[in-house]
């Protein structure tokens, strides 16, 4: 709930562009400099996923997706449709001269803003796990739906087309 306060005041007091990040690192519960390095490319609008497929991009540098809200990727979708990153697909979301010191404080301004304890971005990733406990308890997400979403996650295809963490090996 805390999270979701943060992003609204987030989107209020900041660009639509700069919400989205605080949206990203809430919903898709990445860490600062996996979120710092997304770019346009590895957006699918089509499927509200966003691949994170770079070379050292992620933890131990596997490959995997987050998937965003409908609202969310809407908004970056106008975002790249005004032209503000000259349409280079290359480009990072965020720019390259955000910080993590800079996200930082603008998730202390968004907290300020909406009368929430900062302790932290890192606790988006603890907030995203609690949410999908919410949504299992509620009975949104099955054991199967789990497992498909699981599935997914390891059978992301590399640039080279293969599954890094779904490998066949034989024995």
Not at 105 to 130: P, T
Request: net charge positive; proline share 1%.
């Amino acid at each position: 709930r805390e999270a979701q306060i943060i992003a609204k005041h987030a989107g209020n007091l900041f660009s639509a562009r700069e919400g989205t990040l605080v949206e990203t690192l809430f919903y898709g519960g990445t860490r600062i400099d996996e979120t710092l390095g997304i770019k346009w490319r590895q957006l699918d609008f089509a499927t509200g996923r966003v691949y994170l497929d770079d070379d050292n991009q992620n933890k131990n540098g596997r490959i995997r997706f987050i998937e965003l809200p409908e609202k969310t990727m809407e908004t970056l979708r106008d975002i790249w449709d005004s032209g503000i990153a000259g349409n280079n697909k290359e480009t990072r979301i965020w720019g390259s001269k955000m910080s993590e010191n800079d996200v930082r404080n603008l998730v202390k301004d968004a907290c300020s803003s909406g009368k929430v304890a900062y302790s932290g971005i890192h606790d988006f990733r603890k907030a995203n796990v609690a949410y999908m406990q919410r949504e299992i308890k509620r009975g949104h997400l099955t054991r199967e739906s789990i497992a498909d979403r699981i599935m997914a996650h390891v059978s992301v295809k590399d640039k080279n087309g293969d599954m890094p963490l779904n490998q066949m090996i034989e024995k």
